[in-house]
């Protein structure tokens, strides 16, 4: 049993460093290492104890149970490496961010270190509360059936109608074909709640009941709700951010870069869905395999027939449409890009090509965070790095309402500017964003 117990912690502690994105084994390769790499704490901590029990029980009476002991031992400094890297995210998320001066608030609450190590405290935070499923609006399925679409409030227990408070849209994942607002960005909701947002959590209808354009469309009626209500929950309708992660950072992006595209908003074309800032997390930006990052028959077995639901040789304006990486503009509002280097679900190649292409013509502040050794949905549940992350996407969006508040518009908000400078860093030959000097921090508000 010690030596089933040893092979067994290798070969997690190995995948979490080198998952593959074999077609067979993308799937169970994905979840082992996310989960070991994100609660590598815990891990090392049953590992220690399942041991030092099957030591205890007689596991060293045979020569094989010294190979099984070995393997732990080996499986523990892996896994004490995965901890030490995680920690090297406050590093990470500083250099993305760069030097912002925030006005110091000894009062801001961080992020709970109750959260990180008992990771079902996530839905419970003090000082913050949620009503549930209002809906904001309605859609039908390709057979005709009306689905009514709900969205959640996140916001302050002190928020009172007329507050004028910042807000974000959280946009699920689930690769548009599943997911829901109760199971995703409630550790980003939860944090900005408790630092004064509004957050709003909304579903979208999923393919393969629906396709293109109907996800996006989904969200767009979610910024004309906010629009419309915002001030009955204390926040401004004036200004919203975006954030999302996997198909909901595909969707975050596509939401910042389409304000007003009368495609995306039938029945109501005049409604302002410009957004202040944009944070979409390990996100798709192309649906068209251009640069070879997916595999090679996912346009034709996925997109095609479950996302788009028509093909890419009949219709390839609908994939540039539908393509981030076709839809860089001049006037993006800020953007700050979050991304996995161990991403087996999303290529990182293409978040960073999305960066470079986004940054040659954006006039707003481009920035990019890869999180060396972070997997796919990395900040579904809290962890030391899920703290750091979402740390520092609040210092972020809180310098974007700081600057809207001293009366900036989007377009003048730039590196360097208001406050302290929203510092971009060159991706690096290697494409991950370079280590921020030892000693500096992301911090809240």
């Known amino acids: 049993m010690l030596l089933v117990v ?20 993308l799937v169970p390769s994905f979840f082992a290492s996310w989960l070991t790499i994100e609660l590598a704490p815990w891990w090392l901590f049953w590992e220690v104890v399942v041991g030092a029990g099957l030591v205890a029980a007689g596991g060293l009476d045979e020569s094989r149970g010294y190979v ?42 961080p992020f709970p270190r109750s959260h990180v190590w008992f990771p079902f405290l996530m839905r419970h935070r003090v000082g913050v509360t949620t009503e549930r499923n ?17 969205l959640d409030v996140v916001k ?35 944090h900005l709640a408790a630092n004064g947002w509004v957050g709003i959590n909304a579903n979208y209808r999923l393919s393969p009941k629906v396709g293109y354009p109907e996800h996006l469309v989904d969200c767009k009626r ?11 929950h204390g926040g401004d309708p004036d200004f919203l951010c975006v954030t999302g992660g996997s198909a909901g950072g595909h969707l975050t992006a596509l939401v910042g870069l389409t304000a007003g595209d009368p495609r995306f908003q039938p029945g109501f074309e005049d409604v302002d869905t410009s957004m202040r800032a944009v944070v979409p997390f390990y996100g798709v930006y192309d649906f068209t395999n251009r640069n070879g990052t997916w595999h090679k ?29 076709d839809r860089v503009r001049p006037d993006a509002p800020p953007f700050l ?3 996995g280097s161990l991403d087996t679900l999303a290529p990182v190649a293409d978040a960073r090509e999305f960066v470079r292409l986004l940054r040659d013509v954006s006039d707003a502040p481009v920035l990019y965070a890869e999180m060396a050794g972070a997997q796919h949905a990395f900040e579904v549940f809290p962890s030391y790095r899920t703290a750091r992350v979402i740390e520092g996407a609040e210092r972020f ?15 003048e908000v730039s590196a360097g500017e208001a406050a302290g400078g929203l510092v971009e860093e060159p991706i690096d030959d290697g494409g991950t964003a370079a280590t921020a000097q030892a000693g500096s921090q992301a911090t809240t508000r």
């Open 68 to 109: 099984g002991l070995g393997l732990l031992v080996l499986a523990a400094a892996g896994l004490a490496s995965v901890i030490v890297r995680g920690r090297r995210t406050t590093l990470q998320v500083s250099e993305a961010l760069g030097d912002l001066e925030l006005d110091p608030d000894d009062t801001a609450p």
């Open 222 to 232: 979610a910024i004309a709700w906010w629009r419309e209500h915002a001030h009955e």
């Open 297 to 325: 028959d996912t346009v034709k077995r996925f997109f095609e027939p479950i996302v788009m639901r028509r093909r890419l040789a009949d219709d390839p304006d609908a994939f540039a449409a539908y393509s981030p990486l």
């Open 397 to 411: 969006l809180h310098s974007i309402h700081r600057a809207y508040l001293l009366g900036r518009t989007d377009g």
């Open 156 to 190: 302050p227990l002190e928020a009172r109608p007329g507050d004028a408070r910042p807000g974000i849209l959280q946009i699920h994942g689930g690769a548009w074909i599943l997911g829901d607002k109760r199971e995703q960005g409630i550790p980003l909701l939860n």
């Open 134 to 150: 209002i809906v904001f609006g309605e859609g039908t399925t390709r057979k005709g059936k009306v689905v009514r679409l709900r």
């Open 337 to 339: 890009v979050i991304h």
């Open 6 to 25: 040893g092979i067994v912690a290798v070969l997690h502690t190995v995948n979490a460093f080198f998952p593959t994105r074999a077609r067979l084994l």
